[in-house]
């Protein structure tokens, strides 16, 4: 079989860098559409460290049309995976037009491109943040969507986009019709055992894993717990943290659902990407000074506005029809986020 060549928008940031990784090693050619607008090129630089194959990077924005059918033109796609985005929660809520913009936008002259070259297979980067409220705390697939934010709205009203597009091929007949995952992620964090990528934010994240990272390395002062009256375990907030590396294999084994019988006639269908268990805020605290060895300080905070108590996902469904499910444990998790924090104290730069 000919080597098939995978377009990744957004391969520069944290999860695009690592499926670029997994890709290489998996035997695909990669080409990387990225405005760095989040990420910095050292990242793909590591890429090509670990893997010892290069890729093809084009420093663009995926919503500038004319250059990206330009590079459709050229390159032989088979296969999209789209993690190009905006993706914090507090930012969508005060620019939301350049969430809509970024997100909403971006993924329709993504698609327009798509079937104008007649690349109609891909992976997209939805996150459990489409769920509405649920007196149930594990998600399945078929739960009802309610984003609560212009964030989470941002990757539902993606997901109805791509689903209409499928739909409407059953209605026209088409020949090759579009072969579509939806890959809605729970909390992905750690990093590559090699330690050379990694989750790089900006500023001071939102986001407990880094934060819990940057308090032990001495960066920042103090965490905060927010909230530790929740009705959980132990009063704090439960996720469902899934290893980064175990989520972008969960994106080679729905490239290659896409490709299977399953998918003959096409299809656009949402999977569940996490452990199908959570942690406490505390249970990370303690499992992270535990396996560092270092002291997390940290105080108790009120409640984040808009904060669930509870929530993991099902992950039958991915297991039962891609094949996959999690590998590495919270400890791995743990260990790798923190040998790339030790590695890389100032990120990339
Ligand atoms: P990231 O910010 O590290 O990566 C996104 C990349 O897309 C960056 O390199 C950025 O420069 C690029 N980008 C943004 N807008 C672009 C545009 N218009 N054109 C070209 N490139 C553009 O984020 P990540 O954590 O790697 O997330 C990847 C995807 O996964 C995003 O779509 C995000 O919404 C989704 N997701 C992330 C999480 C998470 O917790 N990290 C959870 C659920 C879903
Ligand atoms: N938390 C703290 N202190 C902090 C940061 C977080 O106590 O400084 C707590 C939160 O209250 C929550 C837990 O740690 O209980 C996890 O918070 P994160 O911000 O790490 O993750 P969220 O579950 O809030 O959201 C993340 C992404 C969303 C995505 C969602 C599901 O930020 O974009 O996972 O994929 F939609």
């Not at 405005?35 to 010892?52: A, C, D, W």
């Not at 270092?294 to 992950?315: M, S, T, W």
Request: glycine fraction near 8%; hydrophobic fraction near 35%.
């Amino acid at each position: 079989m000919d080597t098939q060549t995978v377009l990744v928008t957004g391969g520069a940031g944290y999860i695009g860098s690592h499926a670029c990784v997994e890709l290489l090693q998996s035997g695909y050619r990669v080409v990387v559409v990225d405005n760095l607008s989040n990420s910095k090129p050292e990242s793909l630089s590591r890429v090509e460290q670990i893997t010892g194959k290069s890729l093809s990077f084009y420093q663009d924005d995926i919503r500038d049309k004319k250059t990206l059918a330009e590079i459709f033109a050229k390159e032989p796609v088979t296969t999209v995976m789209h993690f190009a985005g905006l993706k914090a929660v507090g930012e969508s809520c005060e620019q939301p037009l350049n969430y809509y913009h970024n997100n909403v936008y971006g993924t329709m002259v993504l698609a327009e491109v798509m079937n104008e070259a007649n690349v109609k297979q891909l992976v997209f980067s939805s996150s459990a943040t489409v769920y509405g409220e649920s007196t149930a705390v594990q998600y399945s697939e078929n739960f009802p969507l309610g984003p609560i934010n212009p964030y989470g709205r941002s990757k539902a009203m993606i997901e109805d986009i791509l689903r209409d597009l499928s739909t409407a091929d059953n209605i026209i007949q088409t020949k090759s019709p579009w072969k579509i995952a939806l890959l809605r992620y729970f909390n992905p964090i750690g990093a590559h055992e090699s330690g050379l990528i990694g989750e790089d934010p900006n500023g001071i994240p939102n986001n407990l894993m880094p934060y819990v990272s940057q308090v032990a390395i001495g960066k920042l002062a103090q965490l905060s717990v927010f909230g530790d009256d929740y009705p959980t375990r132990d009063g704090t907030g439960v996720r469902d943290y899934i290893h980064v590396v175990d989520l972008v294999k969960g994106h080679t084994k729905a490239i290659a659902a896409l490709e299977s019988e399953k998918f003959k006639s096409g299809g656009c269908k949402a999977y569940n990407l996490g452990a199908g268990r959570g942690y406490s805020v505390f249970e990370i605290i303690e499992t992270f000074e535990r396996v560092t060895g270092r002291k997390v300080n940290y105080k108790i905070a009120p409640r984040r506005a808009g904060d669930l108590a509870e929530c993991f996902a099902n992950p039958e469904l991915a297991l039962k029809e891609l094949d996959w499910k999690v590998e590495k444990n919270l400890d791995d998790m743990v260990t790798d986020a923190w040998n790339w924090q030790t590695k890389n104290p100032q990120g990339y730069a």
